[in-house]
C-alpha cells in the first residue's frame, strides 16, 4: 500500500480528534435543550460541518451513551424520516425530558443559542 493510499484511510473512531471534539459538545448539551447538527460542529471546531456532526454521532461507540436525540437539523428539525424508528424514539426521548415536539420540530424556547 503507497503512503498516499495510506493517508485517505479514516482513523477508528476512537483515535479521531474531529469526532472526539463532536462527542464532547453533544456531552455538554444539557437535558431538556437541543442543538444543531451545525451549530454542534461549529462548537468543536469544525464550521460548515454539520454533516461531519452526523457522521460522528453515527458512529459513536454505544458505550459513550451520547444523547444524541439533543441533536437536531437546522430549525429545529428531526432530520430521520418521519415514520421511522429512529424518528420516533428521538421525539420520545426529547418529550421525556420536557422538549415539545410537534410536526417533526421541537420547540423554539429549547434550541440552544450558539452564545448559551
Do not use: T
Not at 483515535?15 to 463532536?22: E, M, R, S, T, V
Not at 456531552?27 to 457522521?55: D, E, H, N, T
Not at 428531526?78 to 420516533?88: A, C, L, T
Request: charged residues 25%; contains cysteine; glycine residues 10%.
Amino acid at each position: 500500500m503507497s503512503s498516499r493510499s495510506r493517508r485517505h484511510l479514516p482513523l477508528p473512531a476512537e483515535d479521531n480528534p474531529a469526532l472526539q471534539g463532536i462527542w464532547h459538545v453533544v456531552c455538554g448539551i444539557p437535558r431538556g435543550r437541543v442543538s444543531s447538527y451545525g451549530a454542534v460542529a461549529r462548537a468543536a471546531g469544525l464550521p460548515g460541518r454539520a454533516r461531519q456532526a452526523g457522521f460522528a454521532l453515527r458512529v459513536a461507540p454505544k458505550a459513550l451513551n451520547l444523547p444524541w436525540h439533543r441533536v437536531v437539523g437546522a430549525g429545529g428539525r428531526i432530520v430521520f424520516p418521519k415514520s421511522s424508528r429512529e424518528h420516533k424514539e428521538q421525539a420520545r426521548r426529547l418529550h421525556a425530558e420536557g422538549v415539545s415536539v410537534e410536526n417533526g420540530r421541537v420547540a423554539r424556547s429549547a434550541i440552544l443559542e450558539e452564545s448559551d
